[in-house]
């Protein structure tokens, strides 16, 4: 069975107060629960803070962007080895916000894909489609096209160990969210993709949802047969609103 996994992706909050605040929450509140994994993804100068703080316990971490280069000349940007020097075992790539603001292409979302993996660091890949593209019934060719952008890069075999993330674009941080049966329609639809390439990994490949999860609606989506944990935004940014999700696990 594949095991919960629920991430915090704190985005561009945080001081040092709240990371101490949030992380010792945290921690005082996870009970090494075997169906779940839990981790959060800090600002990237939160990263040394939550290391420190986190470090020896159940907890994981990783950051929410990284460049796909290697160390040089790119002011202003992280590389994997970096991330990997304070222990972060993740990073999420294809983030739509990244997308959307930043000019993150299907095509360097790949590039930082396969930079992941080659310094084994696990890639929380995000895809989704925005609310038009959802009207006009593109939500799988949209999906589709952001992940065969990966598949050219690596193949199947890169999403070994990889993690999907489905985030309809138009559930994000607006308090509207997709029912859990919408949201088992498009994730059992992904899934089915990567069967047909390789059914041992789209077995064990962890899908999750990320749309305004909370703790009310949290245990009806994750029940859900091919949902596989969730993608936190604003109820990570709270202990006990996090710890809520977390405890709601009921496999």
Request: hydrophobic share 40%; proline share 3%; aromatic share 6%.
């Amino acid at each position: 069975m594949r095991k919960i996994l629920v991430a915090g992706n704190w985005k561009m909050h945080g001081s040092k107060a709240m990371t101490e605040t949030l992380v010792t929450g945290i921690l005082a509140g996870i009970n090494n629960n075997d169906h779940v994994d839990i981790a959060v993804f800090p600002p990237s100068p939160y990263l040394a803070q939550v290391e420190s703080l986190a470090a020896g316990s159940s907890l994981n971490w990783g950051a929410q962007d990284v460049n796909p280069n290697t160390q040089g000349a790119h002011t202003g940007e992280i590389d994997c080895s970096m991330l990997r020097n304070f222990g972060c075992s993740m990073v999420l790539v294809g983030h739509s916000e990244r997308r959307a603001n930043y000019a993150d292409t299907d095509e360097l979302v790949a590039e930082k894909f396969a930079a992941a993996l080659a310094a084994y660091l696990v890639p929380v890949l995000c895809v989704g489609e925005s609310l038009q593209e959802r009207q006009e019934g593109r939500t799988m060719e949209v999906i589709n096209r952001q992940i065969d952008a990966v598949l050219d890069r690596t193949g199947v075999t890169g999403f070994t160990d990889a993690i999907l993330a489905y985030e309809p674009v138009w559930a994000i941080g607006t308090g509207q969210t997709a029912s859990p049966g919408q949201a088992q329609e498009i994730h059992a639809n992904i899934r089915t993709k990567f069967a047909v390439m390789n059914d041992t990994i789209s077995g064990q490949m962890r899908i999750l949802y990320g749309g305004s999860v909370n703790g009310s609606n949290a245990a009806e989506l994750f029940a859900q047969t091919d949902i596989d944990g969730g993608l936190i935004g604003g109820a990570s940014l709270k202990s006990e609103d996090f710890l809520a999700i977390y405890n709601a696990i009921q496999r």
